[in-house]
């Protein structure tokens, strides 16, 4: 099939083949969890359209020679050992998605995983060369952690940060378990992938991702080298007031959970106009009421309410005077304030010498790059403090994401795809392992 | 049975013994969907509690003589045919509560109507005289909506202000709907109880409540005289913007559904500040955010919002303050909001005529008493508009209600029943009938 072989290692007439079956992989998974009229896909984990993504994903790798497995927390690997016994590079991003979200986020660094390894494979079947490392797709179990919390629960159970206990144990809101979910669709493993008694060993680690925000298009940046991601300070807030009716209750007598709730929402949206411009992000996504009852007044709401910065000291300014907002909400509403869950980080930078590959790798391919922060955890968030890691984007129009319009041109992720496998090729080769 | 009868008809040697028996069996229901390690009860609309409760109503009713039956949209009627042909006074009020609320609320008004009816039953087979008008009682069905909407249901259908195809179509948040609910509990009738084709006919209405407000305490008033319904302005509100990642999306590029949301919250409660103390009522009780994801800006949340004032002018007033809120917070916020359903209502009185014998039977009992109105619509609100209807309250101690701690004291829940039980058998007697 290779007809000639550019000076990079690049099969050239090879690769309009080989673009083409990638972008035709790309339709048919886009069409996993596809909703009716428009360009979004709605699988969350462990759904019946996960579990149908992830049978295609499996009979797609084995096709092409990999061995699927897998792991006790229902990650997904396909194996190709080449090398018997040398540790693996793994290549991936995760298939789940959030509720009627966009086709690409995670799935699109799944893909470009497989064929990334897909490309280096066949290469080195052509050369009959066996790498130094051998090659691994990895697609995470809930990275999203909208229907299971918290997110990025498989690559947090594989790194250690999270126990597959607890995680196996976690139930969504109609009390099914993520055990069960797992067991239910045959993805539930009964044994470690990588590790202690498995015979195999990770090395590095590499992710690509379509960019959530829109600074690499508007700074005509093809691939996003991603350097660091913002802090946050994430709260889980418990507002508790009286059930009264809603109707005849003296308002002088009420401490309804709803408004205080309600004042924090704002409250948080008015925090990031005293910052300068991008300095802050804030959020409220998720809210639960209770009884939510039309004719009563709520008793108790849960919160989820994040900030989110570059800065370290923004955030913990933020923080001052969020919490003198929930004491004034304390006092005035005199309801409850409770914080249920609180996690905290400071920028947190990726490995350099990733960086550094990364940008010698677009450099010889001749795509245009910059270095950017990601807001928003990923996969590699958490193997980067396993094993050596890349981690690259590409760009995302009007920086779209979680949402059914989301959008990354053909272009776009064919570069990825080619700025990927290099990357891979380079790992194989033993880069980063030292 | 009957040992001596004092001159407002009353067996005083019975009382006692009828009090007594009031009580066992105010006793025994209040054990229906008992909520552990509380005073309160938990039994939505044709829940399993509901269910049991209703079973255990019927057998009351039938082993003192009244023959039980349900009407298409699952009301309950005990009735106790005396003079062959004659229409019916009806007494009754609701046996469902809200979630985790008070044991008293309408299920109070249900076992005194019982109990009223049991004794002028009694007192009439003593002396064998036929009333003019047979006794029915009437455990409405639904009428808080919490589980299914709107509340008021059963009396709703039963007065022709709600289509019965309507109401049984009605589903609760998981889907399950009206008729299937009421099917499963075998307590769907198929056919009417009252009106054309069945041979009865309603010919006036009493009903007694416990107040869910605190004036009558206050007051020192037993029996209240109901005279009228506050004056309400009801919305349903969707506000609907667009799903982002909630830490990525640009501050000034998102549309927060949920921010929206909460601004009307909000401004409700400060709507309320805005008028003399005790003018406007406002609340907000159910909000619903979608997909209601930690990470993702919210793209549609539902919310019910009330205004509810004596004064139709004071809620005129509110409404347009309000719609001033919402053309801001559409601006100002870029989020949709459509106003998805609309109820109104003027100041409404109950009949004169029945406030005047209701005044009358307190007098001749020696109750304090005093005219009040009612915040909350009751089945009487329906009621009233087919027949003449008398409306009671008795006071509820801090005026706590749709809660756990709901209570109102034994002498205030016999004093009721005696005032009641002399409304039916003035009823029974022709009284208010024309």
Redesign the interface.
Known sequence: MVESRGSRGIAIGETGVADEAFLADWSALSGFGAVAGTNGVERQAASVADGEQRSWFAALLEARGFTVVRDRIGNQFGLLELSPGAPYVIAGSHLDS????GRFDGAYGVLAAAHACFRVAEELRATGRAPRLNLAVANWFNE???RF?P?MMGSSVFTGKLQLEVALATTDPRGVSVREALAGLGELGEEDAFGPGTGREAASYAEIHVQ???SMEEDGVTIGLVHAT?A?H?FGFRVTG????????????RR?A??G???L??AA?EL??EFE??AL???????????????????EVEL?L?L?SPSREVIELAREKLMAVVDRVRAEDRVGIEITAEHAWDQNPYPEAGVALAQRVADDLGLAHGRVM???GHDSTNMKDLVPTVMLFVPSVN??????DEYTRDEDLLAGLRHLTAVVRSLADGALAG
């Open positions: 959030q509720p009627t979200a999203e952690g909208s919390k997110s959530q925000g829109r913002w946050a994430k009286e059930q009264a009716h809603s109707g005849s209750a003296l308002m002088a007598d309804d709803l408004l709730a309600a004042r929402v704002v949206r990031a106009d411009t991008g992000h804030t959020a409220c996504g998720e809210l639960n009421v209770y009884p939510n009852s039309p004719v009563v007044v709520a008793s989820l994040d989110r990601t807001v928003a920086g779209v994401s979680h949402n059914l």
